[in-house]
Structures are given as structure tokens and as C-alpha cells.
């Protein structure tokens, strides 16, 4: 059965990215769990997905609940961020909506990767960790540079003796190759955007399209081999075959989105000698489905329906 690794620590479950989460996934007995880091102001490897704090999730010190536009991470510094709350989403919000079975905790906040790994070394067996290297490839100024990313993050990794227990993974090649040279025996699965974006046509609801216009441009770049995320590597250059792609990168392995992964697609990265993770499956049927396909990891934000799938 595929790894049960709580996506976010588990974000349909507690607060997503957060100690509190982190430590329900170890309690549960997940395998692992998926996380983003990014760069404060200062330099700090903090754990967060969005570019800016989330409105409406995130509370100042007076207890309000903050809106748009909120404050981008790597405008502030690691004190300034800390003094955010993002255990609570405020009830009215459409993340509180959509997040209905989340237990809430005050009093949490943006924890450092450092903070993650200690909470993860305790675990029963050994608890990986699937860090996502959070760069922006369509707007560098929004996020870290990528190469420095990659190296802030492994130095952190390394210091606390959990690179072993680490697979990177992100859209941005340009972050996973550096870590890849900079820490060669630690597992880089790239991660790619949907294919259908690709191809002609309308993708479908499932795989989440953006807008056209920002569509558009992605095929764009893809046609004419100059994406920004893909470093040189671009599908094609390698007969239109984004698995060629990611294994002429040097990935270890292949982390798409679900709706990609069937028999054919498992089977030719298994030809590659790529393992294969995907993102975010929370639909028991698709989870039943996947782990039939023979994946190395399922990432989820309700690790707790998978797990009695695993145990069934």
C-alpha cells in the first residue's frame, strides 16, 4: 500500500501546516507528512503555502481576523510572522466552509522546518517528511530564489540529521535540481502541473484549470520550451513526454496530481525507474483506485479515512 501522508499535516483534520497538525499526523501513525517552505525576511525556513498569509485564517495580535491584501512571508521577519495566528479560521470565511471538520487550536503559529522535525523525530516508525520547495516560477519577487531555497532548507535538513528521512518535491525544477547537486542521496520527485493544461482543448473541472488567459501562457511556454519552472527540461524537448523529462532532470521521482496517474502513466514511470507520489487525494474511491495502481505515496487531507482504506 502507498504511504498515508498527511497532506499539510493533515488540512481537512487540524490547521493545515501547523505544529498542532504535524503532531496529529505522528500520533495517527501516517507515514509521513507534506509541507512547504518558504524564506522569512530574514532568512528563516518557516513552513507555509501561500506566498501571503492567509485572509481570514491568519489573526493579528487584537484578534482580528486579517483580509486581502495580507502581508507576503518574505516581507517579514521570523518575529513579525510568529506574531500571526493561524490555528482558527474566522467561521464566516470560505476556507472555514470548506474546512467543516477541522478541530481548531489557538494559539498557533507559523512554525519553523526545524520546529517540524522535532516533532517528527519521535514517531514510532520513521516519519518522512515530503518538503515541498516553495518558489515562485511566475513571479520571482513573490517567493525566495530558488537556489537559495534549496540550500537554506537542506542546511536545516541536514542539521538536525533528517535529510534520510526527506523527499523534496515542488513545481519549480530549478529548486529540486539545485537540491539534487547540493544533497545528491536525498530523493527529489517532481512535481508536475496537470496534463491536460497541455492539451487541446478544455481541461476537465477535476484537474482545476486556471483562468484562460493564464492557461494560455502556460501552453505557451510549454510549446516553445521555455518554461520558466522546468530549467531547460521541458516536455518538448523529450517527444512531448513530461516522465522523459523528469528523468532527464535527474528526479527520482514523478508527483503529479491524480487525475494523471492510471495504468499506462504508472506503467511508463515504472519503466523510468521513477517512484511516484500524487496530490491531494481526499475521495475514498480515488484513494481505493490509486492504491491499487501500486504508488509509493498518497498525499491527503483526511489522512484518517485513508488509513482504515490501508487497514481494510
Known sequence: ??????HRGGAQLRPENTLAAFADAVWRGCQGAELDVQLTADGHVIVHHDWRLKPGLARDREGHWLTEPTPHINALSLDELRSYDVGRADPESEYAKTHRAV????????????????????ARTPFRLVVELKTSFANRAEGADPEELAERTIEVLAGH???QNTIFVGFDWVALIAAKRLAPQTECWFTSLPLSWFEPGTPPPEADPPS???????RYWAQEGISPWAAGYDAVHY???ILEAVKAAGGDGWD????????ETVSKARGLGLKLGTWT???PEQMRRLSCLGLDAIYTDRPDVFAAIREY
Do not use: F, T
Request: glycine share 6%; charged share 20%.
Open 1 to 6: 500500500m502507498p504511504w498515508n501522508i498527511a
Open 103 to 122: 478541530r481548531w487550536q489557538d494559539g498557533e503559529c507559523v512554525p519553523l522546518l526545524s520546529e517540524v522535525i522535532a516533532v517528527a523525530k519521535p
Open 161 to 163: 540529521h533528517y535529510l
Open 212 to 218: 484562460e488567459p493564464a492557461l494560455q501562457m502556460l
Open 239 to 241: 517527444g512531448g513526454s
Open 256 to 263: 503529479p496530481m491524480w487525475v494523471d496517474l492510471n495504468e
Open 281 to 283: 487525494v481526499n475521495d
